[in-house]
Every structure is written in structure tokens, then in C-alpha cells.
């Protein structure tokens, strides 16, 4: 093993010359299964199984995975919709993780989410105008005269209509929905924003629209944001870091050139052959995983890939391999990398 491999993933030493906005430190987040009469909790759902991350400021930190592998959990759980079961979530160096209602409410106008599906998550009973003044009224920004003028300011910069204020989520196309979802989540000029899947419900003649308004956005207000994508070429084309989830932990973390340039782990080899080359001169194989996720109830022993993995020992279920850093900030949970590398 290379003197590198020999590194334990520290987050602050990603991007070292980039100030952290966001660590998480050791996150979990378990869901209890409760059985029997008494309603006891005898089991948990694994959702997240210890993360450690860090987004710099004005970065893209793209997280990529099979659907179940938590990436969408992560998510909420950064933004506290839920309540993380052990762990750190460092804001500027704040721990929001274990904060009241009332304790979170000023850094709720720092942190904010964008949701896969534009229609499920706007109010149907409120206007576009009025869906976007209530985060402003409840946090009390302004005069109403001066809500109004913001709410006017965010249609225009998601590329909205004045005469939209008025209308209904009903009366908008999926990519419009959308757009007004991106308002409401620059509403309170956040610092990080949570994109869960924020692409993969609209078409694609739409969905370029929408990542370059990302992009724009992303220049002009300084954010961050954490890009949560099954898409492996949307991933690609928006993010400088990319982390690879499997079964609620990280398996692999690099810059999103190194990764698409050479990967490591087995899982990430994988993801990455069913990636479509244009050239029909290159000749790929594809790498077909057997077998399904397991069950985040009870996953395997060491490490969760053992059960889809062609290089799986026993010495991989023995105990859970760390994230090591295998070359200059490219960090992979193998224990076995030296050998298949």
C-alpha cells in the first residue's frame, strides 16, 4: 500500500485550499422498523451508515449511486428535514445537527433544497407570488412592499414572468415548476443549496435549461451546492468534486476530472461502464453487477460490497475498510485497492 493509501479521510483536508461551507463529520441517519403488539423497535433501516463530506465555498459537490443507496436521506439530513441519528453537520463551523426548532432557524435561511418532483412539492392552494413571499414572512425579511419587489426580483431571475406572480402550480409546465422551485429556494439568499434529483422529472430538451440556470446562478450569488443525481453525465458536467454512494456510505471521492478519468473501486468501475461512449470506433465493456442491493435492515458484514463484488474475500467482511486517500485527493473504501488497481 502507497504511503498516500496509509491517509484516513480527514474532511478537512479535501480541497484544503478551499474554506469548508459544510463538513459531516461521521453522519448517520436510521429509521426504526417496529414489530409486534408493543410497537417495539427491533430493527433500523440503515439509510445513512456513517458519511464524511465537505463542500467548499461556491463549490459543486456531486453525489452519485443506485436509487436506495441514501443519497436523498443525506440530503434531507444536511438540511435537518431529518434529524440525524449520530454524527456532525459543521455550518461554518456550527454543529446544526442537534439544534431545537428555534436554535436552527437562522441557519434554515443559509441552507436550503430543491426537490425532485416540481409539482408534489409546491402548495397547490397557493399562487406563485404568494409561495414565494411566505419563507419571507416567516423568517420577517422586509416591509410588504419590500417582499413583493423581491418576489418580482426572483421570477425574473429564474426566468419567470410578472404575470406569473399570480398564477397556480397547476397552470405552469413541469420546467417552469421547477423554476419556481429554485425561486423559493433563493428566497432567503442561501449559502448551500441541497439539489435532490432537481433534473431527473422533467424532459430532457428541458433539462439543460434548468442546469445552466443552476450554473448562472451558481456564478452570480456565489452558491454552493450539494448535486444529487443518478444522471452519471449531469453529475460530470456540473460538479467539481464526485462522491460515489453505496448502501449509506461514501465508496469513492475525487475531483470530477480524476474520477471520470480513472476510478478505483469495483462499484464505481461499474457505474461508469454503462456510461455511453459517442465514439463508435471505441470498443467498452460493460460491467454487469450480479445480484441486487442488499437490504439497508441488515446489510453485509465489513464492507456492503462484498455481495456484488468479483474481488470480495473473506478479509472483506472482517471489518469495515476506511476511506484512504489511494492517489492526491482521490479517496477509496477498499481493502483490496492495491491488488485491483
Known amino acids: 500500500m502507497t504511503e498516500m493509501a496509509n491517509t484516513k479521510f480527514e474532511p478537512s483536508k479535501v480541497e484544503a485550499d478551499v474554506p469548508n461551507l459544510l463538513e459531516i463529520r461521521g453522519v448517520k441517519r436510521h ?8 410497537d417495539r423497535a427491533t430493527k433500523a433501516v440503515k439509510a445513512v451508515d456513517g458519511v464524511d463530506l465537505t463542500i467548499g465555498s461556491g463549490e459543486t459537490l456531486g453525489l452519485v449511486g443506485e436509487s436506495g443507496c441514501g443519497k436523498s436521506t443525506l ?3 444536511v438540511v435537518r428535514l431529518d434529524d440525524p441519528t449520530e ?88 420546467g417552469q415548476r421547477q423554476r419556481l422551485g429554485i425561486a423559493r429556494a433563493l428566497a432567503l439568499k442561501p449559502k448551500l443549496i441541497i439539489c435532490d434529483e432537481p433534473v431527473s422529472a422533467l424532459d430532457v430538451s428541458i433539462q439543460s435549461q ?22 452519471l453525465s449531469v453529475v ?24 471520470y478519468l ?8 461499474a457505474l461508469m461502464s454503462a456510461l455511453p461512449v459517442p465514439d463508435p470506433e471505441i470498443e ?26 468479483p474481488f470480495a474475500t473473506e478479509a472483506c467482511s472482517a471489518s469495515t475498510p476506511p476511506l484512504l486517500e489511494h492517489a492526491p485527493n482521490h479517496w477509496v473504501r477498499c481493502l483490496r485497492i492495491d491488488e485491483i488497481s
Do not use: W
Open 284 to 309: 467498452t465493456e460493460e460491467i454487469i453487477l450480479e445480484g441486487g442491493v442488499p437490504s439497508p435492515i441488515d446489510p453485509p458484514p465489513g464492507c456492503h460490497f462484498t455481495t456484488r463484488c
Open 75 to 77: 440530503g434531507r439530513t
Open 262 to 269: 480513472k476510478t478505483y473501486h469495483p462499484y464505481t468501475r
Open 87 to 174: 454524527g456532525e453537520i459543521l455550518f461554518e463551523g456550527v454543529d446544526i445537527a442537534h439544534l431545537t426548532d428555534r436554535e436552527l432557524l437562522p441557519y434554515r435561511r443559509q441552507i436550503q433544497i430543491i426537490f425532485q418532483n416540481p409539482f408534489s412539492s409546491l402548495n397547490p392552494r397557493l399562487t406563485a407570488g404568494n409561495m414565494l413571499m411566505e419563507p419571507l414572512k416567516l423568517h420577517g425579511v422586509g416591509t410588504h412592499t419590500e417582499r413583493q419587489a423581491r418576489v418580482q426580483e426572483l421570477l425574473d431571475v429564474v426566468g419567470l414572468q410578472a404575470e406569473h406572480y399570480d398564477r397556480y402550480p397547476h397552470e405552469f409546465s413541469g
Open 236 to 259: 460530470e458536467h456540473v460538479s467539481d468534486r464526485v462522491a460515489v454512494m453505496y448502501l449509506g456510505r461514501i465508496v469513492e471521492l475525487a475531483s470530477a476530472e480524476d474520477l
Open 31 to 38: 429509521f426504526p422498523v417496529r414489530t409486534g403488539i408493543l
Open 210 to 231: 434548468i442546469i445552466n440556470l443552476l450554473q448562472d446562478l451558481q456564478d452570480e450569488f456565489g452558491l454552493s451546492y450539494l448535486f444529487i443525481s443518478h444522471d
